[in-house]
Protein backbone atom coordinates (compact mmCIF):
# COMPACT_ATOMS: atom_id res chain seq x y z
CA UNK A 1 0.00 0.00 0.00
CA UNK A 2 1.47 3.30 -0.93
CA UNK A 3 -0.05 7.23 -0.32
CA UNK A 4 1.15 9.96 -1.74
CA UNK A 5 -0.21 13.78 -0.45
CA UNK A 6 0.58 16.79 -2.06
CA UNK A 7 -0.97 20.32 -2.30
CA UNK A 8 0.43 22.11 0.27
CA UNK A 9 1.93 25.90 0.12
CA UNK A 10 1.71 28.96 1.77
CA UNK A 11 -1.29 31.18 1.76
CA UNK A 12 -2.68 33.81 3.57
CA UNK A 13 -5.25 33.83 6.14
CA UNK A 14 -9.14 33.51 4.53
CA UNK A 15 -7.69 31.51 1.62
CA UNK A 16 -8.18 28.28 0.35
CA UNK A 17 -5.98 24.75 -0.24
CA UNK A 18 -6.57 21.58 -1.64
CA UNK A 19 -4.77 18.38 -0.70
CA UNK A 20 -4.45 15.26 -2.40
CA UNK A 21 -4.31 11.81 -1.82
CA UNK A 22 -3.13 9.40 -4.05
CA UNK A 23 -3.81 5.51 -2.33
CA UNK A 24 -2.54 2.31 -4.71
CA UNK A 25 -2.21 -0.78 -3.70
CA UNK A 26 -5.36 -1.74 -0.90
CA UNK A 27 -8.64 -3.28 -0.66
CA UNK A 28 -11.67 -0.84 -1.91
CA UNK A 29 -14.04 -3.20 0.56
CA UNK A 30 -13.45 -1.70 3.32
CA UNK A 31 -11.22 1.01 4.35
CA UNK A 32 -10.88 4.74 6.03
CA UNK A 33 -8.33 7.17 4.61
CA UNK A 34 -7.59 9.78 7.03
CA UNK A 35 -5.87 13.74 6.64
CA UNK A 36 -4.08 14.26 9.51
CA UNK A 37 -1.96 17.25 10.56
CA UNK A 38 0.83 18.13 13.07
CA UNK A 39 2.23 21.57 13.97
CA UNK A 40 5.59 21.93 15.30
CA UNK A 41 5.75 21.16 18.97
CA UNK A 42 2.04 19.34 18.94
CA UNK A 43 0.98 16.26 18.77
CA UNK A 44 -0.51 14.58 15.39
CA UNK A 45 -4.27 15.66 15.19
CA UNK A 46 -6.68 13.95 12.87
CA UNK A 47 -8.49 16.33 10.43
CA UNK A 48 -10.62 14.70 8.60
CA UNK A 49 -11.69 11.42 7.40
CA UNK A 50 -13.59 9.40 4.38
CA UNK A 51 -14.42 5.69 5.17
CA UNK A 52 -16.41 3.03 2.95
CA UNK A 53 -17.49 0.00 3.93
CA UNK A 54 -19.34 -1.94 1.10
CA UNK A 55 -21.75 0.95 -0.43
CA UNK A 56 -21.86 3.23 2.52
CA UNK A 57 -19.28 6.22 2.61
CA UNK A 58 -19.16 8.24 5.92
CA UNK A 59 -17.33 11.52 6.39
CA UNK A 60 -15.68 12.62 9.37
CA UNK A 61 -14.44 16.04 10.94
CA UNK A 62 -12.75 17.12 13.91
CA UNK A 63 -14.44 19.89 15.51
CA UNK A 64 -12.01 22.92 14.75
CA UNK A 65 -12.33 22.18 10.59
CA UNK A 66 -16.17 21.84 10.43
CA UNK A 67 -18.04 23.57 8.25
CA UNK A 68 -14.58 25.20 6.66
CA UNK A 69 -12.90 21.82 5.15
CA UNK A 70 -14.42 19.51 2.97
CA UNK A 71 -13.19 15.31 2.00
CA UNK A 72 -13.92 13.81 -0.84
CA UNK A 73 -12.90 10.84 -3.25
CA UNK A 74 -12.60 9.78 -6.70
CA UNK A 75 -12.67 6.37 -6.94
CA UNK A 76 -11.17 6.23 -10.82
CA UNK A 77 -8.56 8.40 -9.70
CA UNK A 78 -7.88 6.39 -6.28
CA UNK A 79 -7.89 10.26 -4.90
CA UNK A 80 -9.02 11.48 -1.57
CA UNK A 81 -9.32 15.20 -1.21
CA UNK A 82 -9.42 17.58 1.19
CA UNK A 83 -10.80 20.65 0.10
CA UNK A 84 -9.36 23.82 2.80
CA UNK A 85 -11.71 27.13 2.72
CA UNK A 86 -11.19 29.71 5.22
CA UNK A 87 -7.59 28.88 6.24
CA UNK A 88 -6.87 30.31 9.70
CA UNK A 89 -2.60 30.81 10.84
CA UNK A 90 -4.17 27.65 13.69
CA UNK A 91 -3.92 25.07 10.72
CA UNK A 92 -0.34 25.80 9.56
CA UNK A 93 0.99 22.28 10.05
CA UNK A 94 2.53 19.52 8.01
CA UNK A 95 -0.49 17.18 7.01
CA UNK A 96 -0.31 13.30 6.31
CA UNK A 97 -3.06 11.22 4.82
CA UNK A 98 -3.04 7.61 6.02
CA UNK A 99 -5.30 4.50 5.44
CA UNK A 100 -7.03 1.76 7.68
CA UNK A 101 -8.20 -1.36 5.60
CA UNK A 102 -10.48 -3.55 7.60
CA UNK A 103 -13.68 -3.12 9.28
CA UNK A 104 -14.83 0.36 10.31
CA UNK A 105 -14.42 1.69 13.98
CA UNK A 106 -15.90 5.30 13.49
CA UNK A 107 -14.49 6.56 17.54
CA UNK A 108 -11.19 5.59 16.25
CA UNK A 109 -11.13 7.48 13.01
CA UNK A 110 -9.16 10.50 14.49
CA UNK A 111 -6.53 8.37 16.43
CA UNK A 112 -3.39 7.65 14.82
CA UNK A 113 -2.80 4.29 15.97
CA UNK A 114 -5.82 2.96 13.97
CA UNK A 115 -3.81 3.51 10.55
CA UNK A 116 -1.56 0.79 8.81
CA UNK A 117 -0.28 2.99 6.57
CA UNK A 118 1.05 6.39 5.95
CA UNK A 119 1.94 8.84 3.04
CA UNK A 120 4.51 11.49 3.61
CA UNK A 121 3.62 14.74 4.63
CA UNK A 122 2.85 18.14 2.61
CA UNK A 123 3.13 21.73 4.92
CA UNK A 124 0.50 24.30 4.80
CA UNK A 125 1.70 27.73 6.00
CA UNK A 126 -1.11 30.19 6.59
CA UNK A 127 0.43 33.56 7.30
CA UNK A 128 -0.33 36.80 6.02
Known amino acids: VQLQASGGGLVQPGSSLRLSCVAS????????IGWFRQAPGKEREGVSC??????????FYTDSVKGRFTISRDNAQNTVYLQMNSLKPEDTAVYYC????????????????????WGQGTLVTVSS
Open 98 to 117: AIHEGRIITGLVHNSNYYDY
Open 50 to 59: ISQENDDVFT
Open 25 to 32: GFSTGHYA
